[in-house]
T-cell receptor
Framework: GQQLNQSPQSMFIQEGEDVSMNCTSS?????WLWYKQEPGEGPVLLIA?????ELTSNGRLTAQFGITRKDSFLNISASIPSDVGIYFC????????????FGTGTRLTIIP | DAGVTQSPTHLIKTRGQQVTLRCSPK?????VSWYQQALGQGPQFIFQ???????QRGNFPDRFSGHQFPNYSSELNVNALLLGDSALYLC?????????????FGDGTRLSIL
């Protein structure tokens, strides 16, 4: 099945650094979501974006819905140890109960 | 407020066997979707149920089937298990009547095929 392209695949950063990751698609999505997954758990929703060009924040996290509707970006400012995990983008053609198409994931590791 | 719950948490089966996984949606949700997450990959959509019928289906063979009960809980059945069916199976729920409600996930069932 289709998977969205996420980059980078993995990141090794020091505590306090800012993080940027992105997600691209060959087709248009009208809803973009960002989830975080930790070992042994299911994905947890971080941010939902519903409008092209939209910039939305959730604490230290900021996500943007690309103007072309084929990409999205996630930034984490001043990283802390609990930010460790795998970050997935997901797109929906519309919203709500439609199926999610997930990205390949970005694994974030924080070096002490 | 209970979130999405799945059972069992882990399961080991052998090739050719059949398996049933269970999901209870978050309170207030009526729509259940199932996803397969292979190791190192993002989740892949299997199918979705609401009003006790399959509404959408991803690119999975007929060996994968499901059911939704009147209380909105759901089962995923997989027949004639293959080694490649080893994965984390995730259930997500939402409300058909709340388009602004993103899907919420359970912690999944880890299925291992020997």
């Amino acid at each position: 099945g289709q998977q969205l392209n996420q980059s980078p695949q993995s990141m090794f950063i020091q505590e306090g650094e800012d993080v940027s990751m992105n997600c691209t698609s060959s087709s248009i999505f009208n809803t973009w979501l960002w989830y975080k997954q930790e070992p042994g758990e299911g994905p947890v929703l971080l941010i939902a974006l519903y409008k092209a060009g939209e910039l939305t924040s959730n604490g230290r996290l900021t996500a943007q819905f690309g103007i072309t509707r084929k990409d999205s970006f996630l930034n984490i400012s001043a990283s802390i140890p609990s930010d460790v995990g795998i970050y997935f983008c997901a797109g929906q053609v519309n919203f709500g109960n439609e199926k999610l198409t997930f990205g390949t994931g970005t694994r974030l590791t924080i070096i002490p | 407020d209970a979130g999405v719950t799945q059972s069992p948490t882990h399961l080991i089966k052998t090739r050719g066997q059949q398996v049933t996984l269970r999901c209870s949606p978050k309170s207030g949700h009526d729509t259940v979707s199932w996803y397969q997450q292979a190791l190192g990959q993002g989740p892949q959509f299997i199918f979705q149920y609401y009003e006790e019928e399959e509404r959408q289906r991803g690119n999975f063979p007929d060996r994968f089937s499901g059911h939704q009960f009147p209380n909105y809980s759901s089962e995923l059945n997989v027949n004639a298990l293959l080694l490649g069916d080893s994965a984390l199976y995730l259930c997500a729920s939402t409300s058909k009547y709340r388009a602004d409600q993103p899907q919420h996930f359970g912690d999944g069932t880890r299925l291992s095929i020997l």
